[in-house]
Structure formats: structure tokens, C-alpha cells
């Protein structure tokens, strides 16, 4: 799922010679995502996301993980790989609102949002530079070979029923936890 069809483009002609047939790509935003999609994955894997999908993850953003979390089936995994350099990202990181995106700073405030939207964080994790290499992602090679910035890998497993995580309308402010 991306908000930007080029970048959809690329990786569903990927998964087309590869000869995939049970993969989904759809163009849309995480504020506003389908509802036909309630409960359909799997497994959802977030490759180094900026803007609000960027807020909903290592804020991180109850509402907005509540989007995610009804696209799962109960048990589905998700899988994050996250990546903002304090420095060379800062403006980016001010205008989300977010704050420095560390080892020990995720491991005390994901859980409980995470939680809160219905998932279970089972791990956070440091990513080094080779092992970021391997990740289908043009970003991910860039990052890996340019100058080092921290990269984490968040896992977490949807808890209860599924699409139980997702938000009544205007029932939350966006980027309240």
C-alpha cells in the first residue's frame, strides 16, 4: 500500500515476475484506507515510511495504527523498519511533531500505543547496515551503503479479533497516543 502509484509500480512488477499471485497492492493513503481490505492480512510490512504513515508508526498515532491494525487477521504480523536521522531529518521530524527516534525511546513508548491499537510489540531492534542491504527497498540499499543513520526494526503480532483495532470516526484526534 502507498499513497504514491509510482512507487506501487515498481514493487507489484517485482511480485508479477516473480510470479506472486496472493499479493495486493493498492494506492491509498493510511488516513483512508479501504474498508473491503478489513481483515485480509496476513502479515503487513511498513518499509522505512515518511509523512503520516511515518506519525503512525513511531509516534506512535493509536488512530492511525488502528487503520493497520483492522487490514490484519488475528495473529498477523507487522513488521517495521524504521529510519529518521535526527539531524539530517529534523525538519521532518519538527513538522511531524516527533520525537528522536532511539533504541531505548521506542522501547518505552511503543508498546503501550501499539497495545492500544491491538497490536503486541514482540521486538525492537537495531538494524546494521548489511542487514539493511538485504531489504527489497531501493531506500534500504541507499541507506545501507551511504552515510550511517539508526535504523530499527519494530515486530509486533495483531491481537483479537480482526479489524477489532479500527477507529469510530472522530472519535480520537489523529495523533493523540
Known sequence: MDANA???REVSGRAFRAGLDNV?????????LPPELKGIAD???VVLPWGSLLTAVALPSVPLLRGIRALCRAQATLTVLL???????RAELV???LPPVSDADLRGRLP????????????VRPVARAELACWPSRW?????????RPVFQIEARAQG?????RPRPGSEDPRAM
Open 112 to 123: 503501550d500505543g501499539y497495545g492500544r491499537a491491538g497490536f503486541e510489540v514482540t521486538t
Open 24 to 32: 495486493v497492492y493498492v494506492r491509498a493513503a493510511i488516513e483512508a
Open 95 to 97: 513538522r511531524l511533531g
Open 140 to 148: 534500504a540499499k541507499r541507506l545501507a551503503y551511504g552515510r550511517p
Open 83 to 89: 529510519g529518521a536521522d535526527p539531524g539530517r531529518d
Open 43 to 45: 502479515r503487513v510490512t
Open 6 to 8: 509510482a512507487g506501487l
Open 161 to 165: 479479533d480482526a479489524g477489532a483495532g
